[in-house]
């Protein structure tokens, strides 16, 4: 609350400040240097050496570690130490109970601290002194609604995010009855616990970023071809459920192999420069690609001719707030043990420049802002389809393990989640085909043929063909490609 800007917008808010030692950490006068267990330039404070925390300081040569810590120091080495001032939270605890008690509510982040992990962090035990406080000194029950963010891409600006609200929550009679009669560590336990419950019905974790970010991808390859307007309440269900899902059976050895193609599949993406939703649509035709790669690139260059003029204002803001923000997400990542990239620093770096500059550019470079949206939009249409241009069969190829990705994605929903949830088929967004997927008879009558009629027949019996030479996959997708290229022959 003390920094510019940061504590201005806080103190707006109506914020109430928490102080962390760590916040008051002052560097010590000199280094300490040891001779075998003994120390010498000390003052009589609590240190912090590395990772070692003082207990307690027996002379002015001599002191005590209250544990090991996780770095060890060398014999002669010196080493420069913050001393660390014991805070009084009880003037924070009061204040709150206080305003809880007479039917106030407050905003709370009981991980203690942003991070940018896949899994939630453990609760800071603040959360659950002030609901059992408030139970026992006003006797009042504190109800809990656990609140979780979900961003996409939460480092750039307009990104989204989702705010998802779930079951409230009010401490049980036993719990208060414990907390009262002095038992609090074991209330305070007991609280958190529930707490935690309560938040991961409404968020989205993983193990790894990696796996993460594959069951992104299997909700999208299990959307049909035209994806229904979904709410965004039925688009969160649908996340919550592969998640739920994936935890549950994500051991098995069929979600596996279906975990390692999906991570393949972004890969080559990622090579290709080019996104799951552009492979999703594009056309093959090499006359229907010349000619939307001629409108993309017209288009990229009316939108550059508004685009530019900001783009050249906005350039040195732009730059300088992207250096600083790269300086403090090093900083921060430096200083963390629980930060994997810091992306969560930069995203506040950025959010605080842009309520200070941002207003003042803001009526005059609208259109320009837009416009550059109108570039980045047709520049990577223009990208994607001038790679499918000279790289028609590669992206030819993506689209059958696409297909083959999909219908993998959906049998495994089908298969898993009848055990998983209760009248599964009544639930379901996505209608279920009225036979099983990949069946000879629903290969030949759930493909729509624009094709002759000997087209058509030819590219019914494929499934036929496969089945009786015994092909495998790599030759599944040769022979799929010279049915196509068959195709377009007899189309000209």
Same mark, same amino acid.
């Given at each position: 609350?003390?920094?510019?800007?940061?504590?201005?917008?806080? &103190?707006?808010?109506?914020?109430?400040?928490?102080?962390?030692?760590?916040?008051?950490?002052? =560097?010590?006068?000199?280094?300490?240097?040891?001779?075998?267990?003994?120390?010498?330039?000390? +003052?009589?404070?609590?240190?912090?050496?590395?990772?070692?925390?003082?207990?307690?300081?027996?002379?002015?040569?001599?002191?005590? /570690?209250?544990?090991?810590?996780?770095?060890?120091?060398?014999?002669?080495?010196?080493?420069?130490?913050?001393?660390?001032?014991?805070?009084?939270?009880?003037?924070?605890?009061?204040?709150?109970? +206080?305003?809880?008690?007479?039917?106030?509510?407050?905003?709370?982040?009981?991980?203690?601290?942003?991070?940018?992990?896949?899994?939630?962090?453990?609760?800071?035990?603040?959360?659950?002194?002030?609901?059992?406080?408030?139970?026992?000194?006003?006797?009042?029950?504190?109800?809990?609604?656990?609140?979780?963010?979900?961003?996409?891409?939460?480092?750039?600006?307009?990104?989204?995010?989702?705010?998802?609200?779930?079951?409230?929550?009010?401490?049980?009679?036993?719990?208060?009855?414990?907390?009262?009669?002095?038992?609090?560590?074991?209330?305070? %336990?007991?609280?958190?616990?529930?707490?935690?419950?309560?938040?991961?019905?409404?968020?989205?974790?993983?193990?790894?970023?990696?796996?993460?970010?594959?069951?992104?991808?299997?909700?999208?390859?299990?959307?049909?071809? &035209?994806?229904? &307007?979904?709410?965004?309440?039925?688009? +969160?269900?649908?996340?919550?459920?592969?998640?739920?899902?994936? =935890?549950?059976?994500?051991?098995?050895?069929?979600?596996?192999?279906?975990?390692?193609?999906?991570?393949?599949?972004?890969?080559? /993406?990622?090579? /290709?420069?080019?996104?799951?939703?552009?492979?999703?649509?594009?056309?093959? %035709?090499?006359?229907?690609?010349? =000619? =939307?790669?001629?409108?993309?690139?017209?288009?990229?260059?009316?939108?550059?001719?508004?685009?530019?003029?900001?783009?050249?204002?906005?350039?040195?803001?732009?730059?300088?707030?992207?250096?600083?923000?790269?300086?403090?997400?090093?900083?921060?990542?430096?200083?963390?043990?629980?930060?994997?990239?810091?992306?969560?620093?930069?995203?506040?770096? &950025?959010?605080?420049?842009?309520?200070?500059?941002?207003?003042?550019?803001?009526?005059?470079?609208?259109?320009?802002?837009?416009? %550059?949206?109108?570039?980045?939009?047709?520049?990577?249409?223009?990208?994607?389809?001038?790679?499918?241009?000279?790289?028609?069969?590669?992206?030819?190829?993506?689209?059958?393990?696409?297909?083959?990705?999909?219908?993998?994605?959906?049998?495994?929903?089908?298969?898993?989640?009848?055990?998983?949830?209760?009248?599964?088929?009544?639930?379901?967004?996505?209608?279920?085909?009225?036979?099983?997927?990949?069946?000879?008879?629903?290969?030949?009558?759930?493909?729509?043929?624009?094709?002759?009629?000997?087209?058509?027949?030819?590219?019914?019996?494929?499934?036929?063909?496969?089945?009786?030479?015994?092909?495998?996959?790599?030759?599944?997708?040769?022979?799929?490609?010279?049915?196509?290229?068959?195709?377009?022959?007899?189309?000209?």
């Amino acid at each position: 609350m003390r920094r510019r800007v940061y504590g201005d917008i806080g &103190k707006a808010l109506k914020c109430i400040p928490v102080e962390r030692p760590q916040d008051l950490a002052a =560097n010590g006068k000199g280094s300490l240097k040891t001779i075998g267990m003994r120390f010498i330039e000390i +003052n009589k404070e609590s240190p912090k050496l590395e990772d070692q925390i003082v207990e307690s300081i027996e002379s002015d040569t001599e002191l005590t /570690l209250k544990e090991p810590g996780l770095n060890s120091f060398q014999i002669e080495s010196e080493y420069k130490f913050k001393i660390l001032p014991k805070v009084d939270q009880s003037v924070v605890f009061k204040n709150v109970i +206080n305003h809880l008690g007479v039917g106030g509510s407050i905003g709370i982040f009981p991980e203690g601290g942003s991070h940018d992990q896949t899994d939630i962090l453990p609760f800071k035990a603040g959360i659950a002194f002030m609901a059992l406080g408030t139970a026992v000194q006003h006797n009042v029950p504190v109800t809990i609604i656990p609140c979780g963010l979900k961003y996409f891409n939460h480092n750039q600006f307009r990104s989204k995010v989702l705010v998802e609200f779930g079951r409230p929550y009010v401490a049980t009679t036993e719990m208060i009855e414990m907390y009262k009669s002095g038992d609090k560590r074991k209330a305070v %336990s007991m609280f958190l616990k529930d707490i935690e419950t309560r938040m991961r019905e409404i968020l989205f974790s993983a193990p790894s970023f990696n796996e993460l970010q594959a069951i992104y991808m299997a909700r999208k390859l299990y959307l049909p071809k &035209k994806t229904p &307007k979904y709410t965004k309440e039925q688009e +969160n269900d649908m996340y919550q459920r592969f998640f739920k899902g994936y =935890n549950a059976f994500k051991d098995h050895r069929e979600l596996k192999h279906l975990i390692e193609g999906i991570t393949d599949y972004r890969h080559q /993406l990622k090579t /290709l420069n080019i996104h799951d939703y552009q492979v999703k649509n594009m056309k093959l %035709s090499i006359i229907y690609l010349f =000619n =939307n790669l001629l409108v993309s690139f017209v288009k990229l260059c009316l939108s550059l001719l508004f685009a530019l003029p900001g783009l050249f204002m906005l350039a040195p803001l732009a730059s300088v707030v992207g250096l600083y923000a790269e300086r403090e997400r090093k900083k921060a990542l430096a200083g963390s043990d629980v930060k994997v990239k810091a992306t969560d620093v930069m995203a506040s770096v &950025k959010v605080v420049s842009a309520l200070i500059f941002y207003p003042i550019y803001c009526g005059l470079f609208t259109l320009c802002v837009r416009s %550059s949206d109108g570039v980045m939009r047709h520049y990577k249409a223009a990208q994607s389809r001038l790679i499918a241009f000279f790289y028609t069969d590669k992206v030819h190829d993506l689209q059958l393990v696409r297909k083959e990705l999909k219908q993998q994605v959906k049998n495994i929903v089908n298969d898993f989640g009848p055990k998983l949830f209760q009248n599964f088929d009544k639930l379901r967004l996505v209608v279920k085909e009225g036979s099983r997927p990949g069946s000879r008879s629903n290969s030949r009558s759930g493909s729509r043929s624009t094709t002759p009629f000997k087209n058509r027949s030819r590219a019914a019996s494929k499934g036929d063909l496969h089945a009786d030479l015994g092909l495998d996959y790599k030759d599944q997708l040769e022979m799929e490609r010279a049915f196509a290229c068959l195709t377009e022959l007899e189309n000209i």
